[in-house]
């Protein structure tokens, strides 16, 4: 358990359909990120959330779109998505969003997408 | 543009030592991150180092050479549990952390 969970754990979903990964921590932290990670392949950062405000929008397709309802929650709304976007999704926190202290990362929603 | 180097794969005997090396091409520099993370499961951290030298925790020890770009991780004594991906990131002038690709470790009998 490393305070950060993510739901669902695996998910299989069609280029039609529209589906939400979630996030949520316990650890009081102020910056919430979602990366994507593919078979060696380094993490890609998507999204950077700080205080409930987005700092960094790493030129991801508007396919995926975040939300930040509070600091505790974090939610990536998924639609018209292609079969090259199967990967892990990671969710992961930290005390500030400058990176300077270590990230705690959520176990990850495995996307699949036929 | 921004390089992490580490090698893709590596094997090492239960009870034996293993480094796994990192080299880092960034603009700027403001420390250096490795994570755990066995399959299927969430990358944990295992050290930050910002300062030239060796950081010892255990078992595991990282060291960094700033002006050579080059870090390695450092595990004693190894474990069956210590099979897993070890990721090295850096924190750039941005504060911007650029991940490698990892190492995955395999530790035989």
């Known amino acids: 358990e490393t305070g950060v969970t993510q739901t669902p754990r695996h998910l299989v979903m069609g280029m039609t359909n529209k589906k939400s990964l979630k996030c949520e921590q316990h650890l009081g932290h102020n910056a919430m990120y979602w990366y994507k990670q593919s078979a060696k392949k380094p993490l890609e950062l998507m999204f950077v959330?700080?205080?409930?405000?987005?700092?960094e929008n790493n030129s991801v397709p508007s396919r995926f779109s975040p939300e930040c309802p509070n600091s505790s929650h974090l939610f990536l709304h998924l639609h018209t998505l292609q079969p090259e976007d199967s990967a892990l999704y990671l969710c992961?926190?930290?005390?500030?969003?400058?990176?300077?202290?270590?990230?705690?990362f959520g176990q990850g929603t495995r996307l699949t997408v036929v | 543009g921004q390089n992490i180097d580490q090698p893709t794969e590596m094997t090492a005997t239960e009870g034996a030592i293993v480094q796994i090396n990192c080299t880092y091409q960034t603009s700027g520099f403001n420390g250096l991150f490795w994570y755990q993370q066995h399959a299927g499961e969430a990358p944990t951290f295992l050290s930050y180092?910002?300062l030239d030298g060796l950081e010892e925790k255990g078992r595991f020890s990282s060291f960094l050479s700033r002006s050579k770009g080059y870090s390695y991780l450092l595990l004693k004594e190894l474990q069956m549990k210590d099979s897993a991906s070890y990721l090295c990131?850096?924190?750039?002038?941005?504060?911007?952390?650029?991940w490698g690709a990892g190492t995955k470790l395999i530790i035989k009998p």
């Open positions: 959330y700080s205080l409930e405000e987005r700092v």
């Open positions: 992961a926190s930290s005390q500030d969003f400058q990176g300077i202290t270590e990230a705690f």
């Open positions: 180092n910002v």
């Open positions: 990131a850096v924190l750039d002038s941005n504060y911007q952390l650029i």
